[in-house]
């Protein structure tokens, strides 16, 4: 059973930055790939940010050149650092480990339990 633990999350004014961290256990973290996703008050889960096993990686359409994902297997941690945040970045993010390298969802993939990001106006 992999636990994943994020953190980082807080307050920040509009035009700020964040950088969340999630720590995953386990001894095989760098044959996964891995993603951040957050999900709004009344909105569907989203993906922020992916990155393979290979260190491929992708962006949802609203935070590309605003957000960069990044691993350091020797740490076991997956970060997301956020610039030029925006009130619309407000929600709860969450950390993934998918079951392969490649970014292939799976009802086993498992889940961190959220850190809240709020960004004021």
């Known amino acids: 059973q992999v636990q994943l633990v994020e953190s980082g999350g807080g307050l920040v004014q509009a035009g700020g930055s964040l950088r969340l961290s999630c720590a995953a256990s386990?001894?095989?973290?760098?044959?996964?790939?891995m993603g951040w996703f957050r999900q709004a008050p009344g909105k569907q889960r989203e993906m922020v940010a992916t990155i393979t096993s290979g260190e491929r990686t992708n962006y949802g359409a609203s935070v590309k050149g605003r957000f960069t994902i990044s691993r350091d297997n020797n740490k076991n941690t997956v970060d997301l650092q956020m610039n030029s945040l925006q009130p619309d970045d407000t929600a709860v993010y969450y950390c993934?480990?998918?079951?392969?390298?490649?970014?292939?969802?799976?009802?086993?993939?498992?889940w961190g339990q959220g850190t809240q990001v709020t960004v004021s106006a």
């Open positions: 386990g001894s095989l973290f760098r044959m996964y790939a």
């Open positions: 993934k480990q998918y079951r392969g390298g490649y970014v292939v969802p799976s009802d086993s993939d498992y």
